[in-house]
């Protein structure tokens, strides 16, 4: 299995919207650190599994969506807690309708809060 991981980072802002959010629940800021991982048992004609430069331009365009953003304002988590978690399901589905994921078998998303936390989502495109 081969596997191709980018890493982007950016601060943003959210407040948890569960009961009992102890601190979380006011405005806080953190700088994730997005790391998308594509993973696929072949090469196409270029060697390539997906072209890194393709890849790259994901996460920036995640960067430039959700840096400096508070995530609460943002549609796609209206209706949802903006937790690392439910930010790794949301990346990954822009990821996976942005990139062309012919011959990637999964797409793995992980986001870093800090540095002793994180969440991943990941799955078949």
């Given amino acids: 299995m081969y596997t191709v991981t980018v890493i982007e980072e ?3 802002r959210h407040w948890l919207t569960v009961p009992d959010p102890g601190p979380e629940g006011e405005v806080n800021a953190h700088r994730f650190r997005v ?3 594509l993973s696929g048992a072949e090469l196409n004609e270029h060697d ?3 072209d890194i430069d393709d890849a790259e331009t994901v996460l920036a365009d995640v960067g430039a ?3 400096d953003a508070t995530l609460n304002d943002l549609p796609e988590f209206e209706g949802h807690n ?3 978690e439910r930010f790794a399901r949301v990346v ?3 990821a996976v309708g942005t990139l062309d994921t012919d011959g990637i078998d999964e797409v793995a998303v992980k986001i870093w809060e ?3 936390a994180w969440a991943a989502y990941e799955g078949s495109p």
């Fill in 10 to 12: 950016f601060l943003a």
């Fill in 82 to 84: 903006p937790s690392v």
């Fill in 114 to 116: 800090d540095d002793d």
């Fill in 92 to 94: 990954w589905e822009r």
């Fill in 48 to 50: 390539y599994l997906v």
């Fill in 65 to 67: 969506r959700y840096g």
């Fill in 35 to 37: 790391e998308l991982t």
